[in-house]
């Protein structure tokens, strides 16, 4: 049996990556079928997240895959090389130069790549490389007297050195994680940005990668700023004028319904000479590279983030890979990314030591986890050591009392404010311990006549894809609301959500692709903040169980989360990262 049959047979290969290989046989029936089967592999390791796949990693990739079948035999690490080096489907490439313009795979450093993918990361790391070459605009000195106004409390520390750069530098990082002052700091450098900046007002881009986190943005922004008013140090001027609309990166870039292009690219730069992007590691390599290629080499790109959250759903983890590139020692400073790092953290009350399991977490601390869990060290966390048999009961014991208060609310803007209050997190969306089936059971207990079937008041449910027509975005989050409408006194059902100037309603009918959002994916609550969460993991190790899942989900809650973990799987989920193998921090060095 040839291998690229044997993976497939096997379940390590998808139909959609084994029909690119029997297409590269038709298209030349004497490919040899360790091409064959490498190709398929390298669009396997695309759905992965990976940009690239090391050959060297095959074994690798396939366990990750499916860790509990016996592998394929594999052919020796030489043998594939050497036969790929040989193929005309293969080019070669060397420190971004490939030797054919047309071939679907290249091979640079024993790595494979589809060949879209190696260009996005070739045309990213080029595109940060001239931003860092492009001529930094000199700090006056008499900005330090404003600067200890709007940071008496870190005039020498990260938040003001953040201001400074951004005068300075027409390409910004800064990170840090949940509650570090990431937003506050941003209102505060836009001031001092608008206050120096040569001739008219600058024009200021606000923009998310999804419509939740865009909203949660400007909304922070617009807090901050009016702090800074009601302090007396910003007039309600210029307060206004620095709290633009904040927008999805794909409304900012201008986007095509029948086009992976977007209007706004290098020939076509924003119009704007401040483009602020945040949760920058929610962005996939496609889009990053797309985004940096459009904003203009005068202007300025601050992106947002944390590292030690997940990566995006799609391919690429490239916020990491730019922390890295921001930490490599032997490159001058000119060279490098610019990385101011936030670490005091600000959302969590003094009796929680939520963010201290966190920090823990994301540094694999394994034994100091569990003990602490299993001793209950870390004021405001309850694990319970639980299975997938007993999930649904915990679940529904928490879940729906919180959302019956939901439903209870006197008003819609109320019943938005106390969905924020409690949400339950799961790792995977299928399974007993899956947001699809717990989103079932949650609304089934609520509305028991009809067992959660359709809308009802006090449905929560989530926005699945961007609509522009409706201005309703992936993530955006609304709650179903029956009154009694005024004119005729009928019940009237309507879905409301966020958005300026208070809440705005639309006809179940008329929504774009939606669900239930009683429970979410820790994935899709990336960019949200609850008082509390239930996180519940499968009873068996599941391939998405990592540290970045596990601190991301943590994370999400300000005032206690319940864990809901058997310990096999959460010692899996603390050993394992969600490394997304590429070639982007090489390059950038």
Known sequence: MSLLL????????????????????????????????????????????????????????????????????????DEWLAVLHG????????????????????????????????????????????RLTTTATPVAAAVDARLAQLFPEDVAGAQARTARALLGEHFLLLTGGPGTGKTTT??????????????????????????????RLAESVRESLARLVAEGRVSEDAARQLAPEARTLHRLLGWRPDSTDFRHDAAHPLPADLVIVDEASMIDLPLMCKLVEAVAPTATLLLIGDRDQLPSVETGDVLAALCD??????LPPARRPTRVHLTQTHRQRADVDVATLAARVRDGEVEA?????????????????????????????????????????????????????????????????GSQTLNGQIAAALDPARRGSGFFHGRLVLITENSYRHGLFNGDIGIAWQE???????????????????????????????????????????????????????????????????????????????????????????????????GLAARLR
């Open 6 to 77: 044997a993976l497939y047979r096997g379940g390590w290969l998808r139909t959609v990556d084994h029909a690119l290989g029997e297409s590269l046989r038709r298209l030349r029936p004497d490919t040899p079928d360790l091409v064959l089967a490498a190709a398929a592999l390298c669009s396997r390791a695309i759905a992965q997240g990976h940009s690239q796949l090391p050959l060297a990693l095959v074994p690798e990739l396939l366990l990750d895959i499916g860790a509990e079948r016996a592998l394929p035999e594999l052919p020796p690490h």
């Open 369 to 433: 986890v569990m003990s602490g869990l299993a001793n209950d060290a870390f004021r405001g966390v309850s694990w319970r050591n639980g299975s997938d048999r007993a999930v649904a009961d915990a679940v529904l014991a928490a879940a729906v009392p919180a959302f019956r208060r939901v439903a209870d609310a006197p008003d819609v803007a109320s019943a938005l404010a106390e969905a924020r209050q409690f949400r339950v997190l799961t790792a995977v969306r299928e399974g007993a311990a």
């Open 87 to 130: 193929s005309p489907w293969v080019s070669l490439a060397v420190a971004g130069v490939c030797a054919s313009p047309v071939t679907p795979l290249v091979l640079e450093d024993e790595a494979l790549s589809l060949r879209r993918y190696w260009r996005y990361e070739v045309r990213l790391a080029e595109a940060i490389a001239h």
């Open 186 to 215: 941003v209102a505060r450098a836009l001031v001092v940005f608008a206050e120096n900046f040569p001739g008219a007002a600058p024009t200021i881009a606000l923009a998310a990668p999804t419509g939740k986190a865009a909203a």
């Open 325 to 330: 590139a921001s930490e490599i020692a032997d």
């Open 484 to 582: 009694h409408d005024d004119a005729s006194g009928e019940p009237s059902l309507r879905v409301w959500f966020d958005a300026d100037g208070g809440p705005r309603a639309w006809l179940p009918a008329a929504l774009p692709a939606h669900e239930s959002a009683f429970a979410l994916t820790v994935h899709k609550s990336q960019g949200s903040e609850f008082e509390r969460v239930f996180l519940a993991l499968p009873e068996r190790s599941a391939r998405v169980l990592s540290r970045e899942l596990l601190y991301t989900g943590l994370t999400r809650c300000r005032e206690h989360v319940t864990l809901w973990a058997s310990e096999p799987a959460l010692r899996e989920g603390l050993q394992r990262r969600a490394q997304r193998w590429s």
